[in-house]
């Protein structure tokens, strides 16, 4: 049988996670990796057992040499472009991790490359995999909650604010934004059909992330994002959002993802209240309550949900690979993610003017 064969561009942190998903599958093998740190690679490349695996320091390099069927690109945030545009000219089919990326300007050309090399472009945002978002998706889908005109997401950790390049806008271009925020604008946007965002007006914080006190002290030192964000999204069809995301706070949430409809609301709870990391919707989620009247009077019924036991990430590189093996078109497309990344530039335009700014895609 013929492996697909898949390069790694980027082996830190995340690049852990794809590989593990991909030593999983019979059909896939994993023939490179790429990383900018001289040895890194290697370094990676041998801890995942992979001895026979290329190592590169330039991704194109590597490319060219190799020229592998896809790629993973797991590179910090500012490189997501430049990577994923390198991959699709040199012929692969690409998984771009989340956020797609900083600027909307960037996202755009990367759409642009996707259509002109006609490769597949997909966005790792495996929270979709959860069956407990998918039911939300369900639910909102259905029109049991009529219009529904208002949405509030966000959660935050209490405390959890990353190390690495996460923290330094050079590299991540923002941050709890970017890190955890694109997932729960996904996770209502999903539900909604993705609507155009129209305006944005935002403001944010990093009140923790450079106070020695909750971060350590070199760590406060480059810090340089975001540890909290908040925005008023309007988008297409007469909905608002409100949006907050934190990495740390002295609150155990900013408040649960709510739908408000014209017949039926929505509230879905995090899935981890208790833990100081919980409720960024990075995973899973908790209680799914359904609010609606019943013979006249107000009534709430629980929305039944699976177990947590699916493995999400496991299933985002899966269909990848079944889009690639298969041609079927991208699992989660550019299509609706330059509208999150649309967002995302939005709310950084806005905090750095002070004042709403228009959305135009």
């Not at 797609?100 to 790792?124: F, N, P, S, Y």
């Not at 259905?142 to 005109?149: A, D, E, M, P, T």
């Not at 990353?162 to 955890?180: H, R």
């Not at 964000?229 to 155990?252: Q, V």
């Amino acid at each position: 049988m013929k492996k697909l064969k898949i390069a790694i561009i980027g082996t830190g942190g995340i690049s852990n996670s794809h590989v593990q998903a991909y030593k999983q599958m019979d059909d896939v093998e994993i023939v490179a990796g790429a990383d900018i740190i001289p040895g890194k690679a290697r370094e990676a490349l041998d801890r995942w057992e992979l001895p026979q695996a290329q190592a590169f320091e330039d991704t194109q390099a590597m490319l060219e040499a190799v020229k592998p069927d896809a790629v993973s690109v797991c590179t910090y945030n500012s490189t997501h472009a430049q990577c994923a545009i390198q991959a699709m000219r040199a012929g692969c089919h690409v998984l771009l991790e989340k956020p797609m990326t900083v600027t909307l300007e960037d996202a755009k050309e990367v759409c642009q490359v996707e259509k002109e090399t006609g490769r597949i472009l997909t966005i790792g945002f495996q929270p979709r995999y959860d069956s407990r978002m998918q039911k939300i998706k369900e639910v909102v889908q259905s029109g049991r909650l009529g219009k529904v005109y208002y949405v509030q997401t966000g959660g935050g950790r209490r405390r959890g604010i990353p190390g690495g390049t996460f923290i330094e806008k050079q590299y991540a271009g923002v941050g709890a934004l970017a890190d955890i925020g694109c997932y729960s604008l996904d996770m209502v946007l999903n539900a909604l059909g993705y609507p155009k965002p129209l305006t944005v007006s935002a403001v944010s914080f990093d009140h923790f992330g450079k106070n020695p006190k909750y971060c350590p002290p070199e760590d406060a030192a480059r810090f340089s994002v975001d540890d909290f964000c908040g925005a008023f999204i309007r988008l297409e069809g007469g909905i608002t959002l409100d949006f907050r995301m934190s990495w740390a706070m002295h609150m155990d949430t900013t408040g649960n993802t709510i739908f408000l409809g014209t017949d039926a609301g929505l509230k879905v709870e995090p899935a981890n209240p208790e833990s100081l990391w919980g409720g960024a919707w990075d995973g899973s989620c908790g209680n799914v309550t359904l609010f609606h009247d019943e013979f006249g009077e107000p009534t709430c019924t629980p929305v039944p949900l699976h177990a947590e036991d699916t493995d999400r990430f496991y299933q985002k590189c899966r269909a990848f690979v079944d889009a690639v093996e298969q041609g079927l078109p991208a699992p989660i497309p550019t299509s609706q993610i330059i509208y999150n990344q649309a967002i995302i530039d939005g709310i950084i335009r806005s905090c750095q003017c002070g004042h709403e700014v228009e959305i135009e895609v």
